[in-house]
Nanobody
């Protein structure tokens, strides 16, 4: 069964860092693009970052540019989101998603497979 599992969320103070992981099981991530999304209470799901299957191309939402870094290790079948200089407005449930289809890379409807999400809370 195909599955994505996120980990690494938690409570962090403003200015702190977290690294989220997205591990795939039941399939090989090599030929999938990966994206991270987040959803805060009462808000729509927001595309945060995208990485191509090779890892050579990345996209970031303006709100996280310069602070977040997406990466992948196909040998480990895992993708990552390094989050630095965290702000309270980064508080949300973070999801990873995968697809082999073409589309708008930061739109949720492009993606076929989703993890269950991991909570990130930025608060003092």
């Amino acid at each position: 069964q195909l599955a994505l599992v996120e980990s690494g969320g938690g409570l962090v103070q403003p200015g702190g860092s977290l690294r989220l992981s997205c591990a795939a099981s039941g399939f090989t991530l090599d030929y999938y693009v990966i994206a991270w999304f987040r959803q805060a209470p009462g808000k729509e799901r927001e595309g945060v970052s995208y990485i191509s299957s090779s890892g050579n191309s990345t996209i970031y939402a303006d709100s996280v540019k310069g602070r977040f870094t997406i990466s992948r290790d196909n040998a480990k079948n895992t993708a990552y989101l390094q989050m630095n200089s965290l702000k309270p407005e980064d508080t949300a449930v973070y999801y990873c998603a995968a697809t082999q289809r073409w589309g708008h890379w930061l739109r949720a409807r492009t993606y076929d497979y989703w993890g269950q999400g991991t909570q990130v809370t930025v608060s003092s």
